[in-house]
């Protein structure tokens, strides 16, 4: 089965307006639109590397906070929406718990949300704890929500988080829970966790090969874990990129769900240019 085709896309304060560009995306024919997360960008950052190297952009500074844009997004839209990643270890897990309940049910059910811990440690130390631990942090608030997605009286006791018996409504609209991927780098660490407690995979920082599906499958079933972990793979257009249509293609053949091309900062003529950059290279 053919992937579903979306966008992933920086979207600031000084770029193409959000709505604007996410009507865009919908009349050339794009499945979905997934916004990133940061909340804020340190000045000093003297242990974060950011991962292309070089200076951190100023974009990483102004992004819009995911779940609010999405709404828009949503309300204006019939596109598939989702986060690629959200850093949910920066919020308050019963505060999140809520909102991406929901958000899923006031879109229909149309969320992907995609989490993650980041590269900016400092991002992360100031919102009140260690980066070290910020992977297990990221575990724990996916375990929280979703008690409070699936039961109708939770509580949890974890190592940094305590729930006493609790009742939330809305629940999602999904099923127990919208998609929860975690976007990380590939590597055998990355698919342990799926297995763990996602339920698939975003290719942050990787090109999508078959040996990398092949070890995250191996990975799932070592876990115990029933049916195929859902990945998305981001294509990210840069020179040394293979071309889109060959990226889709393999995506195809390797039973990959969702590839999102990533539609970087601009003005409104250079993102919509991108957007039909995209679609043209997939043909009619």
């Not at 375990?143 to 974890?158: I, N, S």
């Not at 981001?234 to 990533?262: C, K, S, T, W």
């Amino acid at each position: 089965m053919a992937p579903r085709i979306g966008i992933f896309a920086d979207l600031t304060d000084r770029t193409m307006p959000l709505v604007d560009f996410a009507r865009a995306v919908e009349e050339r024919g794009f499945s979905g639109l997934f916004l990133n997360e940061h909340t804020h960008l340190p000045v000093d950052m003297p242990t974060s590397h950011f991962p292309p190297g070089g200076e951190v952009p100023e974009r990483y500074a102004r992004f819009w906070d995911p779940y609010i844009a999405l709404s828009f997004v949503a309300a204006t839209t019939s596109l598939e929406i989702g986060t690629a990643v959200s850093l949910i270890g920066e919020h308050d897990p019963i505060q999140l718990a809520h909102a991406v309940a929901s958000l899923d049910v006031l879109s229909g059910g149309r969320l992907v949300l995609g989490v993650g811990w980041g590269w900016n440690r400092e991002e992360f130390a100031n919102h009140g704890r260690s980066p070290t631990v910020r992977a297990r942090v990221v575990e724990e608030w996916v375990g929280l929500m979703r008690e409070l997605w699936t039961k109708d009286v939770a509580a949890y006791a974890g190592e940094f988080v305590k729930l006493a018996p609790s009742r939330m409504w809305p629940k999602p609209a999904q099923h127990r829970s919208p998609p929860v991927l975690l976007g990380a780098p590939a590597a055998e660490r990355t698919f342990r966790r799926i297995a763990r407690w996602a339920d698939g995979w975003i290719t942050m920082g990787a090109v999508l090969t078959a040996a990398d599906v092949a070890a995250l499958r191996e990975a799932w079933d070592a876990g115990g874990r029933d049916g195929s972990p859902r990945i998305t793979a981001i294509y990210n257009p840069l020179p040394d990129a293979p071309p889109f249509a060959d990226a889709v293609a393999l995506a195809g053949d390797l039973g990959v769900e969702r590839v999102l091309y990533h539609v970087f900062d601009g003005d409104r003529d250079r993102m919509v240019r991108r957007l039909d950059r995209a679609a043209t290279a997939l043909g009619p």
